[in-house]
Each structure stands twice: as structure tokens, then as C-alpha cells.
């Protein structure tokens, strides 16, 4: 039986404060050969970074497709990584391996930290201990494992509300945010996913760079993930097709939205049915193809 999640929901969206915790992963990197390496292996501008400013980047393979997706803050001189559970490994492994090639080091502090997102929060947390990062939904947190609980009651006693799995999936979803083996994977080429600042194409040589600056600057993805407005309930792998039957996509993620009041997907749909408003179908149903995100601030 699935939890009435109604009232988080509607306190959520009308600017109240929600939290969810769940895994996540935190890797630093630091040494005098730190950059170097680093702008080897990720498609945006390492050597850019500020203090206390964080940036997206993906990690390809040589096919220029998707190792991972992360966010990168710098402190003084370290780098530190957070990624989703599921690229968390590759993550840490694609980056120790370098450890014995120069001045280059690494750590796994994923064990020290609990991380939470917390919804329509946008102040900045001093407390060193912590690491912060910001989106525009929001802040996503790590905090020290012993004060963790101290933490949470904080939040409560703002009156934040705890998000349940489920409506983190939804939240998630209108919102357009991909998750790793469910809407993207090492099949998907880094500018399919479609996210804002994530490559730079003025920056050296890294991984995978010929192929995705081919694409960029040569001619078009042959696919994106955006969204889908239903005329009924979809399921995740339904093929999408255009009107005069062609394959047009696949669904990736699906959900009701509540603000919306109609099922919506994630998708990845063929360059030539991109347009916003264009329809297409999956089983019987109509998908009108809808840009990313779904609703533009949490509030």
C-alpha cells in the first residue's frame, strides 16, 4: 500500500520546507597535479572552479558516453566529488587510478557523511564540517555523521517536512532530474542528457572530447531526454512512436503529478520530434513532448 504523501507534497509546493536523506557519494581529490588530471577526465573546466563554487561535469568513456554525472565544490585546494550511489564506485576508481601516475591523491569520505536534500533552502550553512551544494530547487547536504540527528531536529523544528521515497520520485521527476540506470547510462552519449553547463567546449583535451565536440559542433544529437505529458499512465521502456508510425523514443521514468494534475515522463525522444508540443504515442496513449523542467522552482 502506498503512503498518502499529499500534504508533504502540498507543503512542498507552496514553499514549505521538505528533507529527504538518502546515499550519495563524497570523494576529494587534491595535489599539485590535481587539475591537470582532472580536466583530463571530466567535460567541464576544472581549473575555473572558485572557492566555494561548484560546478557539473559529467564523466565519459573514450565513446563519449556516460560514466557518471557529478557536481564538484572547491575548498582551498581540494576538489571534492559528490555522485549518485549507483556511479559512486566507478567514480572513486576512475579517479584512484591516477594516484600512482604524480602528485595526485584521493579519499572515499562517503562513510563520515550523511547526505539529505532539502527543498526550498537557500541559505548558506557555515558550519565547516558540512558540505553544501546548491541547485536550483535547493540545497543538498552532507553532514558529519554525529550530528546528523542534531541536524534533522533542526529542520523539524522549522516546521520542514520529511519526503518519502515516493514523493522524492515525483518531485524528482517533475523537476527533470535523470537518475543513473533508470534514465541514463553508459549507453547514453554526455549531450543526450540535455543538462545546462555541463560540458565546456573551449577547454583542453579530456576523455571522450572528439566525439562529443564532434556532435556539438558537426551536427546534432540524434536523441535528448525531455519531458512528456501523458493522456494516461505510461510505463518505463515503452517505445515512442510518431504519428506516421516511426520508432520516435523510449520513456524513462513516469509519475502523476499532483500541481499538474496528468501523468508525466522523463524520455528520450529522436532530434526530429523534439519541438515542444509535438505529439506522439506510446501503446494507445498521447505524449505531448514537453521541455524540461516540468515545473521550474519546487515552490
Request: glycine share 8%; charged share 25%.
Amino acid at each position: 500500500m502506498k503512503k498518502d504523501y499529499t500534504n508533504e507534497y502540498n507543503i512542498i509546493r507552496t514553499g514549505g520546507i521538505g528533507f529527504y536523506e538518502q546515499k550519495r557519494g563524497l570523494i576529494a581529490v587534491w595535489g599539485k597535479e590535481a587539475v591537470q588530471f582532472l580536466n583530463g577526465l571530466v567535460t567541464n573546466e576544472v581549473a575555473k572552479i572558485e572557492e566555494k563554487v561548484q560546478i557539473t561535469a559529467a564523466f565519459p568513456n573514450a565513446q563519449g558516453r556516460l560514466l557518471a554525472v557529478v557536481r564538484i565544490l572547491r575548498r582551498d585546494d581540494k576538489f571534492f566529488f559528490e555522485t549518485e550511489t549507483a556511479t559512486h564506485e566507478k567514480v572513486f576508481n576512475n579517479l584512484f587510478r591516477f594516484t600512482f601516475a604524480g602528485d595526485f591523491f584521493v579519499e572515499d569520505l562517503s562513510g563520515n557523511f550523511r547526505y539529505f536534500e532539502i527543498s526550498n533552502f537557500k541559505s548558506q550553512i557555515s558550519n565547516p564540517d558540512f558540505f553544501e551544494f546548491q541547485n536550483d530547487f535547493g540545497a543538498n547536504v552532507f553532514v558529519p555523521n554525529d550530528a546528523a540527528e542534531n541536524f534533522t531536529s533542526e529542520l523539524k523544528s522549522e516546521n520542514a517536512v520529511e519526503i518519502s521515497e515516493e514523493l522524492y520520485e515525483v518531485l524528482r521527476i517533475e523537476t527533470g532530474v535523470p537518475k543513473y540506470g533508470i534514465d541514463a547510462d553508459e549507453s547514453t552519449i554526455v549531450p543526450e542528457l540535455g543538462i545546462e553547463n555541463l560540458i565546456s567546449y573551449q577547454k583542453g583535451c579530456y576523455i571522450g572530447q572528439e566525439i562529443i565536440a564532434r556532435i556539438h559542433f558537426r551536427g546534432h544529437i540524434a536523441k535528448k531526454l525531455t519531458g512528456l505529458i501523458l493522456e494516461n499512465e505510461a510505463q518505463p521502456n515503452d517505445e515512442l512512436k510518431a504519428l506516421d508510425g516511426k520508432n520516435a523514443g523510449k520513456v524513462t521514468s513516469v509519475t502523476f503529478s499532483p500541481k499538474l494534475g496528468e501523468f508525466i515522463a522523463l524520455a528520450f525522444v529522436r532530434y526530429d520530434y523534439l519541438a515542444q508540443g509535438t505529439e506522439l504515442k506510446v501503446n494507445e496513449t498521447t505524449a505531448k513532448v514537453r521541455n524540461l523542467p516540468f515545473i521550474n522552482r519546487i515552490s
